[in-house]
Nanobody, 120 residues
């Protein structure tokens, strides 16, 4: 079993910043790509940012220049630093990872989600 535990969400004023963290634990041989997605009320889940095991990153156009994704392979964590937050960034943010177990089977896992609310 693999668990993803997210932290760092909350209420922030427009223009503020937040840092989300996600830690993976359990039966893990290695971790492939990691990423963050978000789902606003009444909308579909969308990609925010991804990072490969080698450190290559990809960002949604809506967050480019304001968001930085990073990972620590030794700690099995992925972070999302968000700056200059806007009300339209309000959503539940989900951590996503591809995990290889000791038999090299690949599975996708999602965190439980953390609420980010940007409001004055």
């Amino acid at each position: 079993q693999v668990q993803l535990v997210e932290s760092g969400g909350g209420l922030v004023q427009p223009g503020g910043s937040l840092r989300l963290s996600c830690a993976a634990s359990g039966s893990i041989y290695s971790i492939g790509a990691m990423g963050w997605y978000r789902q606003a009320s009444g909308k579909q889940r969308e990609l925010v940012a991804t990072i490969t095991s080698g450190g290559s990153t990809n960002y949604a156009d809506s967050v480019k220049g304001r968001v930085t994704i990073s990972r620590d392979n030794a700690k099995r964590t992925v972070d999302l630093q968000m700056l200059s937050l806007k009300p339209e960034d309000t959503a539940v943010y989900y951590c996503n990872t591809l995990i290889f177990d000791y038999w090299l089977r690949r599975s996708e896992y999602w965190g439980q989600g953390t609420q980010v609310t940007v409001s004055s």
